[in-house]
Nanobody, 123 residues
């Protein structure tokens, strides 16, 4: 089985910074795409930032220039550096990973989610 564990959320004032981490562990052959998503109360889950194994990145327009996604392939970890935080960034942030693992003698890709970490931006 595979597990994603997020950390780094919390309460921060507007204009502040936070760094989220997500570490994947378990029966992993390789990890392909990794990303961060968020869901605010009463809203649908949205993509924040995604990255490929090769390091290509893509961001939601609302976070471009403020958030940076990065990954450590050796340690199966993805990060989200969040700067210049705004109250509208308040949400539960979820980590996602496309994990390739062995399944009855064949390699298959599965989609995994972390449990979520709360980010609250408020004065």
């Amino acid at each position: 089985q595979v597990r994603l564990v997020e950390s780094g959320g919390g309460l921060v004032q507007p204009g502040g910074s936070l760094r989220l981490s997500c570490a994947a562990s378990g029966s992993i052959f390789s990890i392909n795409g990794m990303g961060w998503y968020r869901q605010a109360p009463g809203k649908a889950r949205e993509t924040v930032a995604v990255t490929t194994r090769g390091g290509s990145t893509n961001y939601a327009d609302s976070v471009k220039g403020r958030f940076t996604i990065s990954r450590d392939n050796a340690n199966n970890t993805v990060y989200l550096q969040m700067n210049s935080l705004k109250p509208e960034d308040t949400a539960v942030y979820y980590c996602n990973a496309g994990v390739t693992r062995w399944y009855f003698g064949a390699l298959r890709e599965y989609d995994y989610w972390g449990q979520g970490t709360q980010v609250t931006v408020s004065s």
